[in-house]
């Protein structure tokens, strides 16, 4: 029944992640900054938990300051880093690229818990790390090799390598986490930790002349943002890794660029190429090939 629960949660935070995607291509083309998009969604979020986390905060209070180094790093990565590589990306690439990019976190994952000795590695993670790496190498060079000759890559999708990097590191150092927190809470300290990297982005933004438009779309964007991708994802995710460890929920990730293209090609006529359906395959085959469990001789 745990592993249910767990399944259940995963394809949950999966679905709110892939309508993320949407939503930050949506913000783009309404001129919403992305950054200012990042540090008004983490606002709202803190503020909507607040009434609902601050007395759970002051209990485990001890627990908190005890593990600082490690919240502090959690935040950064994920509130911190992924969201704003993700919404900077979609200024640059197709909602299809930059999800499918996701697919490519499992292997991060594992490499990361291998070099940072968290879980230990078998052959198949290993060659399934390779495809893996072949399957993003085909989406970002549109199977064309010129592009690889040349390094003329799409900056966009360069961008969103360094939100699998980061959401990789999130992971792995989730999974190795000592320490127990209700899951709400840990998403309102990881929120609260996470402001204080965001919002020096947000004043960069904003010394650039890049201002926020206070308007209905803004303010459906940031509920949804808020609601979905950040508290439900967030809690559904970690509630997972809990029960079922990070390499084994990793695959389900493969569910963000299903769900995202389906709404692209919907919502914003996107077009899914031939080189997109090589790199899906590769990624898709190194998953299982991941999870394939070596049996003891």
Known sequence: MQNIKAYIMLVCATLFWAGNFMVGKFAFLENIPPMSLVFLRWSLVWLILLPFTYK????????????????????????????TF?????????????????TAIP????????LLKIEKTNKFQ?????????????????????????????????IMI????????????????????????????????GLIFIFPQFLYEFSQGLRVSFNTNLYYTLIYL???????????????????????????????????????????????????????ILIILGLFLSNKKVQNA
């Not at 759970?56 to 880093?81: C, M, Q, W």
């Not at 994952?109 to 291998?114: N, S």
């Not at 190795?176 to 899951?183: G, I, R």
Request: overall charge positive; aromatic content about 16%.
């Open 56 to 83: 759970e905060i002051i209990r485990h209070k001890d627990t908190i300051i005890t593990n600082l180094p490690l919240l502090f790093f959690l935040a950064f990565t994920s509130v911190g880093l992924f969201n």
């Open 86 to 102: 993700t919404y900077l990306s979609l200024v640059h690439t197709q909602v299809i690229n930059a999800s499918l990019f996701n």
């Open 107 to 114: 292997a991060a994952i594992i490499f990361l818990c291998f």
């Open 126 to 158: 290993i060659l399934g790390l390779i495809l893996s790496v072949f399957g993003i190498l085909s989406i970002i060079t549109k199977l064309d090799l010129n592009v690889l000759l040349s390094l003329n890559f799409n900056k966009g999708d360069l």
């Open 162 to 193: 360094g939100g699998v990097i980061t959401w990789g590191l999130y992971s792995a150092f989730l999974k190795n986490k000592k320490f127990t927190l209700p899951l709400l809470t840990l998403v309102q300290v990881l929120c609260t930790f």
């Open 226 to 280: 808020a609601l979905f991708p950040s508290i439900g994802s967030y809690y559904c995710w970690a509630g997972a890794v809990a029960i079922i460890g990070a390499n084994r929920a990793g695959i389900f990730l493969s569910l963000i660029p299903f769900f995202s293209t389906i709404m692209a090609i919907i919502f914003f006529n996107e077009q899914f190429e031939f080189f997109h359906l090589i790199g899906s």
